[in-house]
């Protein structure tokens, strides 16, 4: 009787109360939590999407030549698809990976090659929005080696196939429009070779061919550039 006496005297909040005001101070403190969870993921985004495109201006201006050593083209294609493996999934994308065994090293530069992995990635990535299949494989042909990126997007409407590789061009919101640009340098700069397929509603795949030997003679080919 005297604790009921107490917590009910004049002035004095009942024990029910305060314990129904922490908990909503509770509720709404994991709220606002919640909110500036949501808000710093935004921020870390955006933070990264600029990064990326500061990072595709200095490579745009600042070319080099590639610091060729022997190296596997597979591994490289592992290190990307690692790499890029946690946004892969938040915008819940599949990763089907076709390497051919025993595939041949060649002189390649690793950091450009990635970089230029990267990039085809992240075009197949945004050319699905959320959802879809990504298909990497890799191959030898002709004195060379391969790696293919594939996407299930919309495609790329043929008055566009012709501007693709343009510097500046692009087909998104947010886009810098070098991506593909410096893709195609880093290829021609290793003597190789890049096709693109696109199809209406099936997606799109870049291809690119890259020689074992350096200063290897290319015979260019229907649909593919230097």
């Given at each position: 009787?005297?604790?009921?006496?107490?917590?009910?005297?004049?002035?004095?909040?009942?024990?029910?109360r305060l314990r129904r005001t922490r908990?909503?101070?509770?509720?709404?403190?994991?709220?606002?939590?919640?909110?500036?969870?949501?808000?710093?993921?935004?921020?870390?985004?955006?933070?990264?999407?600029?990064?990326?495109?500061?990072?595709?201006?200095?490579?745009?201006?600042?070319?080099?030549?590639?610091?060729?050593?022997?190296?596997?083209?597979?591994?490289?294609?592992?290190?990307t698809i690692e790499l890029?493996?946690?946004?892969?999934?938040?915008?819940?994308?599949?990763?089907?990976?076709?390497?051919?065994?025993d595939l041949p090293s060649g002189p390649l530069d690793p950091?450009?090659?990635?970089?230029?992995?990267?990039?085809?990635?992240?075009?197949?990535?945004?050319?699905?929005?959320?959802?879809?299949?990504?298909?990497?494989?890799?191959?030898?042909?002709?004195?060379g080696v391969w790696v293919s990126i594939s996407d299930t997007g919309s495609g790329i409407a043929p008055e566009q196939l012709k501007l693709i590789f343009e510097p500046y061009f692009t087909t998104k919101k947010k886009g810098s429009g070098l991506g593909l640009m410096i893709v195609q340098r880093i290829v021609r700069d290793h003597g190789g070779l890049i096709k693109l397929e696109s199809h209406a509603g099936r997606g799109t795949t870049f291809r690119i061919w890259l020689p074992l030997r350096a200063e290897?003679?290319?015979?260019?080919e229907a649909g593919w550039h230097d």
């Open positions: 009787r005297k604790q009921r006496r107490l917590a009910t005297e004049p002035g004095q909040m009942p024990v029910s908990r909503t101070a509770q509720e709404d403190l994991s709220v606002s939590l919640g909110r500036l969870d949501r808000y710093l993921a935004v921020a870390k985004g955006e933070i990264a999407r600029l990064d990326y495109i500061v990072t595709q201006f200095l490579q745009a201006i600042r070319s080099s030549p590639p610091q060729r050593k022997v190296a596997s083209l597979n591994d490289m294609v592992r290190e890029l493996k946690p946004e892969l999934e938040n915008r819940g994308q599949n990763v089907v990976e076709r390497l051919a065994r950091a450009q090659i990635k970089q230029a992995l990267v990039n085809l990635i992240k075009n197949a990535m945004q050319a699905m929005t959320k959802g879809g299949v990504l298909t990497v494989q890799t191959g030898t042909s002709a004195n290897q003679p290319r015979l260019l």
